[in-house]
């Protein structure tokens, strides 16, 4: 079963452009590489950023949780406001095809 990752947290006031690049270019490419990895949403607003990225199963998302994921908070730390909040989820239902198929 497909398994989702919400990452919730607020990025400084200014840097939504910065923060943007950086995770474009440095997060992106450490997610990609990550066995079971799928796909990844990231939202911006004024209120903070919502990430949510998908995996083949629970086990490549808690091995990533595990491995990968403390250096994608160490790369955007100089962006933070306080610690990120994580949520996981079991993928119900999806119009998503590449989840689907």
Do not use: C
């Not at 607003?45 to 403390?70: C, F, H, M």
Request: net charge neutral; hydrophobic share 40%.
């Amino acid at each position: 079963m497909r398994f989702a990752r919400n990452v919730q947290f607020q990025i400084k006031s200014g840097k939504e452009q910065e923060f943007k690049s950086l995770f474009e270019t440095k997060v992106v490419p450490m997610l990609k590489k990550e066995k079971g990895f799928l796909e990844e949403l990231t939202l911006v607003n004024n209120n903070g950023v919502l990430g949510i990225s998908i995996w083949d199963d629970r086990k490549s998302a808690e091995a990533y949780q595990s491995s990968t994921y403390p250096k994608v908070v160490e790369t955007l730390q100089p962006l933070l406001v306080g610690t990120p909040k994580l949520e996981t989820y079991e993928v119900g239902v999806t119009t998503l095809e590449f989840i689907t198929a």
